[in-house]
Antibody, heavy 117, light 104 residues
Framework: QVQLVQSGAEVKKPGASVKVSCKASGYTFTSYYMHWVRQAPGQGLEWMGIINPSGGSTSYAQKFQGRVTMTRDTSTSTVYMELSSLRSEDTAVYYC??????????WGQGTLVTVSS | EIVLTQSPGTLSLSPGERATLSCRASQSVSSSYLAWYQQKPGQAPRLLIYGASSRATGIPDRFSGSGSGTDFTLTISRLEPEDFAVYYCQQYGTFGPGTKVDIK
């Protein structure tokens, strides 16, 4: 069965960077794009960007351009999302989600990133 | 940039009632890119509907989607206790703000 397992919660200071991982299993890793979506406490869903695990190409939401980097490791079927220059407004749950038929059909369990001094 | 607006913000209904949720796009979008998700507290979102009207695997047939152009609808024919949650529409890189369906 398809599973996306994310890394654990993180606490970071303002200005630092965070790198969240998402390990995929149960399907051919390189056959499906992976999206990253975040959700601030009590707020809605915010799309951050997408990576093609096959070639590594990426597309980021304009809001995160210059601060986010998405990468993948095909040997371990893992995608990564790194967000730099963290500020308090980046406190959120970060999700990876598999892209399929123009939707997100499987989601990771989420990773809480807390930015606090 | 496409903006999605969902209404109402909150829908208060009783189990067994019909729920009708609206998602309106700021410009015409392809139906093939319109999806609906359900999210319960403390859980990741779950895909319900893709391509505006196709149910995802394992989704009960009381959930249905319709619409085209700028106006889309998610209908829950008879609310079950487990259906009280927040529902989001999505068009590629844009999510709507969500509609909360709570118990009246």
């Amino acid at each position: 069965q398809v599973q996306l397992v994310q890394s654990g919660a993180e606490v970071k200071k303002p200005g630092a960077s965070v790198k969240v991982s998402c390990k995929a299993s149960g399907y051919t890793f390189t056959s499906y794009y992976m999206h990253w979506v975040r959700q601030a406490p009590g707020q809605g869903l915010e799309w951050m960007g997408i990576i093609n695990p096959s070639g590594g190409s990426t597309s980021y939401a304009q809001k995160f351009q210059g601060r986010v980097t998405m990468t993948r490791d095909t040997s371990t079927s893992t995608v990564y999302m790194e967000l730099s220059s963290l500020r308090s407004e980046d406190t959120a749950v970060y999700y990876c989600a598999r892209g399929h038929s123009n939707c997100l059909d499987y989601w990771g369990q989420g990773t809480l990133v807390t930015v606090s001094s | 940039e496409i903006v999605l607006t969902q209404s109402p913000g909150t829908l208060s209904l009783s189990p067994g009632e019909r729920a009708t949720l609206s998602c309106r796009a700021s410009q015409s979008v392809s139906s093939s890119y319109l999806a609906w998700y359900q999210q319960k507290p403390g859980q990741a979102p779950r895909l319900l509907i893709y391509g505006a009207s196709s149910r995802a695997t394992g989704i009960p047939d009381r959930f249905s989607g319709s619409g085209s152009g700028t106006d889309f609808t998610l209908t829950i024919s008879r609310l079950e206790p487990e259906d009280f949650a927040v529902y989001y529409c999505q068009q590629y890189g844009t999510f709507g703000p969500g509609t909360k369906v709570d118990i009246k």
